[in-house]
């Protein structure tokens, strides 16, 4: 490409912007001097890719939901085994096996193709998820820019890129995660003004996702029945999207559980109708969002927070033409395109159970927010800087705040990176070893004919998925721990197990001892040695006479490490002021005996690779 070529294709010239600006604001000829850097759709995409992909490889299971709630089950429709949660039982029927179906369609056409190992699937699937989530946010950007004008839509592009909270959520196999990228759509959408589309992947959020993202389609639906009164049409489109979506979804968890089940009913009924509600599950304090929300997005949603009080004190103290060109009345106030991340945050932040992947359906919003924060702070500075220099009233805000632009990206998304940095140095360990489990081959046949029991007691929480075993015979098994909730059971081994209530089920988070293994019979186990232990949680790691390690990778020991630079990585410094431990896999030294006494004489070796 020619240089002019690439420059007109990064630069927006005078006449483009314009034409942008003509729609904008109401005196285009207040920013026709201004030539603002903008990054097309593509390049955009590609960026955000990039960072997508960079999810999929390396970040971590963040949240035991995930794996138990949506890997397990996904992995007994591919394979015939999984672990089941009371979710999934009939007799409760809170999860769709829609949900499920519409991600590992796109697995199951591989496994056909390719024939690929289920860790491989595994990845494949979070490709697949990074690759949606990449494209829902490049449309966002592009209708940012239209909404909010070029230098906040960069902004937020940045920021979407470079923080740690997009990291996380973008490739995670959650209901919220997929929320986060078709309300980030039918965000979009309602910016553009495409009432009908906005409607639409709101209902697939809410349907296919989780009922409780309905909340941010609230304000779309008060713009079109009280300010535009397009009654007509959202009738409409609420009834095509019950039809189109609402009635598959019914008919298939129907067919699975066996009954009939309309699963996003049965999650309001269960959170918001019975007397102990989601709280069964923990409560945190009001801060709970305050310091995750810094960790995934450091001042980005520090400057998301704040934002509505600085749109009040540019309206206050700024006058208009020194801040920006009017904005056209065909676009919405400020205020009320932030709405549905306002309406989100209030009614999360008061909730008695709070969790990191609740805020996920707003996680673009806080980017958004954030860049409009930043936009605020340069706007109060240049009218701080014509009271003090005269000469500069009349030039445009961004003609002398572009400094704050960099600094805001550089600051932002070198603490972005920071944490991404430091979550995968400090928690990848329980996805390296499992990655190191999928390479082992037993030399034995009789391998094939008995079950491997993988045990973990205290680390069943981390176990990332029945994906990351070799064969189909490897059973996950539970140890007693001081865990004291309900653990999940494995899926019945047959054709119709997903509408068979199996006993032991509980909706109220009781212990259920039937669940716990003998560790005796354990073939392989997953322990952390960080030098504790407890008379249920005793160091495995460290009973030299039962089990070998043969396999370890770092693991970071919190209660150990400076709070700062566990959560923050910092190059030449972090060793120092944290503490790691082991995360490792043991063999049973009973292995080969086990393995003998079931294969005959035949066998006369068990060996690893």
């Known amino acids: 490409m020619a240089p002019n070529q690439r420059q007109r294709q990064l630069v927006l010239s005078k006449k483009e912007l314009r034409k942008i600006n003509r729609r904008r604001f109401s005196k285009p000829e207040d920013s026709s001097h201004i030539e603002c850097i903008y990054l097309d759709h593509s390049t955009a995409y590609k960026l955000l890719l990039f960072a997508r992909l960079c999810s999929a490889m390396w970040c971590h299971i963040t949240d035991c939901d ?41 697995m199951k056409f591989c496994c ?85 589309l906005a409607i639409f992947t709101t209902a697939i959020s809410s349907l296919l996702g989780w009922p409780f993202a309905a909340l941010l389609g609230l304000p779309i639906a008060v713009e079109m029945l009280i300010h535009k009164r397009e009654w007509s049409t959202f009738i409409k489109w609420v009834v095509i999207s019950a039809i189109v979506i609402g009635i598959p ?24 109708f019975t007397s102990h509600g989601p709280n069964l599950y923990g409560t945190e304090p009001f801060s709970y969002y305050i310091i995750n929300g810094f960790l995934n997005f450091n001042f980005v949603f520090i400057g998301a927070l704040l ?90 805000y ?3 705040t572009a400094h704050i632009t960099g600094l805001a990206i550089i600051v932002c998304g070198l603490l972005g990176l920071s944490r991404s940095l430091a979550l995968y140095k400090g928690y990848y360990a329980p996805m390296e070893v499992m990655i190191e489990v999928n390479k082992l081959k037993i030399e034995n046949e009789a391998s094939n004919n008995i079950d491997i029991n993988f045990c973990v007691g205290k680390e069943w929480h981390r176990f990332p998925s029945s994906f990351f075993f070799p064969t189909n015979n490897w059973k996950l098994r539970y140890l007693s721990s001081e865990f004291k909730g309900q653990l999940p059971q494995p899926f019945l081994e047959h054709e119709n197990a997903t509408n068979v209530i199996q006993p032991h089920f509980n909706d109220m988070n009781r212990e259920e001892p039937s669940r716990y ?56 410094l972090s060793h120092k002021f944290c503490t790691y431990g082991s995360y490792n896999l043991l063999q049973s030294n009973k292995f080969k005996s086990v393995l003998l006494s079931s294969g005959g004489e035949r066998q006369t070796n068990s060996k690893l690779y």
């Open 517 to 572: 293994f003998d560790l005796e019979k354990c073939h392989f186990l997953l322990d952390l040695d960080i030098g504790t232990e407890t008379a249920l949680e005793p160091n495995y790691s460290r009973l030299s006479d039962r089990f070998t390690v043969i396999r370890s990778f770092k693991f970071l020991d919190v209660s150990k490490s400076h709070s700062f630079f566990r959560a923050f990585y910092i190059p030449l």
């Open 66 to 106: 995930e794996t138990y709630n949506y890997w397990e089950p996904s992995h007994y429709l591919l394979y015939g085994t999984g672990q089941q949660t009371w979710e999934y039982s009939p007799e409760y029927a809170l999860r769709s096996y829609m949900f499920l179906l519409i991600h590992i369609v796109p």
């Open 398 to 400: 961004l003609q002398y």
């Open 249 to 272: 979804m019914v008919w298939v968890d129907s067919i699975y559980f066996g009954k009939l089940v309309i699963a996003p009913l049965n999650i309001i009924l269960y959170n918001v």
């Open 112 to 196: 056909y193709l390719f024939d690929l190992n289920p860790m491989l699937n595994f990845y494949f699937i979070r490709f697949f998820l990074s690759m949606g989530a990449a494209l829902s946010q490049v449309y966002f950007y592009k209708y940012v820019c239209l909404e909010f004008g070029i230098h906040i839509g960069r902004l937020t592009l940045a920021f979407l890129v470079l923080s740690s909270g997009m990291y996380i959520s973008s490739a995670a196999f959650l209901p919220s995660s997929f929320s986060m990228s078709i309300s980030t759509i039918a965000i979009a959408s309602w910016y553009a003004r495409r009432y009908e």
């Open 307 to 396: 934002a509505p009080l600085g749109l009040l004190l540019v309206w206050l103290i700024v006058p208009t033409r020194k801040s920006a060109p009017v904005r056209d009345r065909s676009f919405l106030s400020y205020w009320y395109s932030l709405a549905p991340l306002y309406l989100w945050l209030l009614v999360f932040f008061l909730q008695p159970h709070k969790e990191e992947r609740f805020l996920f359906p707003v996680y673009p919003m806080i980017c958004l927010a954030g860049a409009i924060a930043v936009d605020i702070v340069q706007k109060l500075y240049f009218y701080i800087r014509t009271k003090v220099n005269p000469w500069h009233i009349g030039c445009h």
